[in-house]
C-alpha cells in the first residue's frame, strides 16, 4: 500500500518560514517525479514545484525565488523549502509521486499566511 505523508504546515506571519515533508511509504521515490501542488479555497489546484529521478527541477513562476524543492532518497523523503512566505500562499499543500493524472497523492497538510 502506497502512503505519502506529509507534515510541517501551520500558521505563519508574512515573511516567515516553513518546511514541508513528504515522506513515502510503499513506493521507491527515487524511482518517481515528486512534486508538491497546493489548493486554496475556491481555486483549482496547482502545481508548485516538481524534481524529476534525475534531479531536473520545476518551481511555478509565483515561488520562484521564494520556495525550493529537495528529495533525500535514503529516507524515501521530499521536502519543500518555503521562505518569504505571502498570504497568498494560503492553501492545502498536497504531495505528489509520479503525474497529477495518474499518481500518488499526500492527504495534504494546510499552510496558513497571516498576521
Known amino acids: 500500500q502506497v502512503q505519502l505523508v506529509e507534515s510541517g504546515g501551520g500558521l505563519v506571519q508574512p515573511g516567515g518560514s516553513l518546511r514541508l515533508s513528504c515522506v513515502a511509504s510503499?513506493?521507491?521515490?527515487?524511482?518517481?517525479?515528486m512534486g508538491w501542488y497546493r489548493q486554496a479555497p475556491g481555486k483549482q489546484r496547482e502545481l508548485v514545484a516538481r524534481?524529476?529521478?534525475?534531479?531536473?527541477?520545476i518551481i511555478a513562476d509565483s515561488v520562484k525565488g521564494r520556495f525550493s524543492i529537495s528529495r533525500d532518497n535514503a529516507k524515501n523523503a521530499v521536502y519543500l523549502q518555503m521562505n518569504s512566505l505571502k498570504p497568498e500562499d494560503t492553501a492545502d499543500y498536497y504531495c505528489?509521486?509520479?503525474?497529477?493524472?495518474?499518481?500518488?497523492w499526500g492527504q495534504g497538510t494546510q499552510v496558513t499566511v497571516s498576521s
Open positions: 524534481i524529476s529521478p534525475g534531479g531536473s527541477i
Open positions: 505528489n509521486a509520479g503525474t497529477a493524472v495518474s499518481g500518488y
Open positions: 510503499g513506493i521507491i521515490i527515487s524511482r518517481y517525479a
